[in-house]
């Protein structure tokens, strides 16, 4: 069974930073591409941040460039994701998850081609 398990979510002042922590077992990990989401409530499910399969491309919101940087580390089957200058627009659930890396792709920021999903960990930033 595939899981994935977030962790590092908390309440936090803007201007700080967080780090989320995902991991991943019961898939081939190399095999896929990663990816985080946030829902704030009363909103869709949005695109946060992406990693290619071996670490070598990012992709990120324009909403959050330049502030939050999405690593993973395939010995350890976990993906990262450093947010630093938060912001009370960044207060959302942010949720894990991963897609089977294909080599003719839409893109990352697709809700819908992700195959697995984590329970989500809760980022609420006060000001």
């Known amino acids: 069974q595939v899981q994935l398990v977030e962790s590092g979510g908390g309440l936090v002042q803007a201007g700080d930073s967080l780090r989320l922590s995902c991991a991943a077992s019961?898939?081939?990990?190399?095999?896929?591409?990663m990816g985080w989401f946030r829902q704030a409530p009363g909103k869709e499910r949005e695109f946060v941040a992406a990693?290619?399969?071996?670490?070598?491309?990012?992709y990120y919101a324009d909403s959050v460039k330049g502030r939050f940087a999405i690593s993973r580390d395939n010995a350890k089957n976990t993906v990262d994701l450093q947010m630093n200058v938060l912001k009370p627009e960044d207060t959302a659930v942010y949720y894990c998850?991963?897609?089977?890396?294909?080599?003719?792709?839409?893109?990352?920021?697709?809700?819908?081609?992700?195959?697995?999903w984590g329970q989500g960990t809760q980022v609420t930033v006060s000001s």
């Open positions: 998850a991963a897609r089977r890396a294909v080599r003719l792709w839409n893109g990352p920021q697709n809700v819908g081609d992700y195959d697995y």
């Open positions: 990693i290619t399969v071996s670490g070598g491309t990012t």
């Open positions: 019961g898939l081939t990990f190399s095999m896929y591409v």
